[in-house]
């Protein structure tokens, strides 16, 4: 029962000339001579040190430029390669996969959104490992319902002035830039995105801990903080179009990365209650189908992707499933080995907690349920 299948090669054909299923045989021998492997017992310090390492040397090598566009600093070809190299890093547990795949989000958004000079300035810094940047999106109060958000911008001259509050901010503490939703107007066409320095003054980061013991996520307080016009990503009222061309995008790649990650954790799994002497083949069955179900949607997206489709609200079939996967996974780990969430101070229990909010970050599985149901099948607001 293995995680690697036969990968994301029939996404696409080719790669600039280049066959897929070559470039992955490639990266893989790289990869084997190449160790990049962290060191036992990471604290998530280590764990965005150990990113930026493994980003250094697939940038070095050329990898990480694979499937990006020359003006920012990749060597083209289709997104399909990045989604191979994501799944040979998750697989091998090279970096901590929720992180690594950040940049699936985040370089798409500025590539698309900025100045063409600034995208080339900045996208290399984020590929290359230099700089980690983070997403100012959720505030207290506006999590899934983004359109409420309050965070406010204001002009000043040339310049605009940020106030207000956001939260649940990834990797915020450890960040050079954030791409930043501000509201600017009343109404959708009222919210602004700006591509803003994480040291500029009036920022204040507060790292939170979450109940599996990480500080991934922090709290970021802007006050009268100043902001160049030239880092508006768009034009002003671009920020909510911005956000729906991103969050499909959270769900493309990202989970790619994500559906490896857990089938390296299903053949732990297998391993594990083969050594202590239990078995249940109907549970670990029923895990391994939850995750292949996701794994064939999202090849699907990938397709989708490489094809040059444009992704939207059918990506939340995908964060459904995803979410639903990964819970079934750690549950089967939880009934299958017993005490090993309670008692032992082993990578499940971090893991099965962080599972627990599979079915909130990103968006609810309630509001992704409501999207199905109103934008793909035409079923009305109520």
């Given at each position: 029962?293995?995680?690697?299948?036969?990968?994301?090669?029939?996404?696409?054909?080719?790669?600039?000339?280049?066959?897929?299923?070559?470039?992955?045989?490639?990266?893989?021998?790289?990869?084997?001579?190449?160790?990049?492997?962290?060191?036992?017992?990471?604290?998530?310090?280590?764990?965005?040190?150990?990113?930026?390492?493994?980003?250094?040397?697939?940038?070095?090598?050329?990898?990480?430029?694979?499937?990006?566009p020359a003006?920012?600093?990749?060597?083209?070809?289709p997104a399909?390669?990045?989604?191979?190299?994501g799944e040979?890093?998750?697989?091998?547990?090279?970096?901590?996969?929720?992180?690594?795949?950040?940049?699936?989000?985040?370089?798409?958004?500025?590539?698309?959104?900025?100045?063409?000079?600034?995208?080339?300035?900045?996208?290399?810094?984020?590929?290359?490992?230099?700089?980690?940047?983070?997403?100012?999106?959720?505030?207290?109060?506006?999590?899934?319902?983004?359109?409420?958000?309050?965070?406010?911008?204001?002009?000043?001259?040339?310049?605009?002035?940020?106030?207000?509050?956001?939260?649940?901010?990834?990797?915020?503490?450890?960040?050079?830039?954030?791409?930043?939703?501000?509201?600017?107007?009343?109404?959708?066409?009222?919210?602004?995105?700006?591509?803003?320095?994480?040291?500029?003054?009036?920022?204040?980061?507060?790292?939170?801990?979450?109940?599996?013991?990480?500080?991934?996520?922090?709290?970021?307080?802007?006050?009268?903080?100043?902001?160049?016009?030239?880092?508006?990503?768009?034009?002003?009222?671009?920020?909510?179009?911005?956000?729906?061309?991103?969050?499909?995008?959270?769900?493309?790649?990202?989970?790619?990365?994500?559906?490896?990650?857990?089938?390296?954790?299903?053949?732990?799994?297998?391993?594990?209650?083969?050594?202590?002497?239990?078995?249940?083949?109907?549970?670990?069955?029923?895990?391994?189908?939850?995750?292949?179900?996701?794994?064939?949607?999202?090849?699907?997206?990938?397709?989708?992707?490489?094809?040059?489709?444009?992704?939207?609200?059918?990506?939340?079939?995908?964060?459904?499933?995803?979410?639903?996967?990964?819970?079934?996974?750690?549950?089967?780990?939880?009934?299958?080995?017993?005490?090993?969430?309670?008692?032992?101070?082993?990578?499940?229990?971090?893991?099965?907690?962080?599972?627990?909010?599979?079915?909130?970050?990103?968006?609810?599985?309630?509001?992704?349920?409501?999207?199905?149901?109103?934008?793909?099948?035409?079923?009305?607001?109520?």
């Open positions: 029962m293995s995680g690697t299948g036969t990968g994301a090669d029939g996404a696409h054909g080719h790669a600039g000339g280049a066959d897929v299923a070559e470039f992955r045989a490639e990266v893989r021998a790289w990869l084997d001579a190449h160790d990049l492997s962290p060191a036992p017992g990471l604290d998530f310090d280590g764990q965005v040190a150990q990113l930026g390492r493994v980003r250094r040397a697939l940038y070095d090598a050329g990898w990480m430029r694979y499937g990006w003006e920012a600093g990749g060597l083209g070809g399909v390669l990045r989604a191979v190299l040979e890093v998750a697989t091998r547990g090279l970096a901590e996969p929720g992180i690594y795949s950040m940049i699936e989000v985040l370089a798409p958004t500025v590539i698309s959104y900025a100045p063409p000079a600034l995208a080339a300035e900045m996208v290399p810094r984020l590929l290359n490992g230099d700089e980690q940047w983070c997403q100012g999106f959720s505030e207290p109060g506006s999590g899934s319902d983004l359109a409420s958000l309050s965070t406010r911008a204001e002009p000043r001259g040339g310049d605009w002035v940020v106030n207000g509050q956001k939260v649940w901010t990834s990797l915020a503490q450890f960040a050079a830039r954030c791409v930043l939703l501000t509201r600017t107007a009343p109404g959708h066409a009222g919210i602004t995105a700006f591509f803003l320095d994480m040291d500029s003054p009036g920022i204040t980061v507060r790292p939170l801990r979450t109940m599996h013991g990480v500080d991934e996520f922090a709290e970021v307080f802007f006050d009268d903080v100043v902001v160049p016009g030239d880092r508006m990503l768009g034009r002003p009222g671009d920020g909510w179009r911005l956000a729906m061309d991103l969050l499909p995008h959270e769900r493309s790649t990202c989970f790619w990365h994500r559906v490896a990650h857990l089938y390296s954790r299903l053949d732990r799994l297998v391993e594990e209650t083969g050594e202590s002497g239990g078995t249940d083949d109907a549970a670990l069955g029923a895990a391994y189908l939850a995750l292949h179900t996701v794994r064939c949607r999202s090849h699907a997206t990938q397709r989708r992707l490489a094809g040059g489709a444009r992704l939207g609200p059918e990506t939340s079939v995908d964060k459904v499933l995803l979410a639903g996967a990964e819970q079934r996974l750690f549950d089967t780990a939880r009934d299958l080995l017993p005490g090993v969430l309670e008692l032992d101070g082993t990578p499940w229990r971090s893991e099965y907690l962080y599972s627990r909010a599979a079915t909130i970050y990103g968006g609810t599985a309630e509001i992704q349920r409501n999207i199905i149901a109103r934008r793909l099948l035409d079923l009305g607001k109520e």
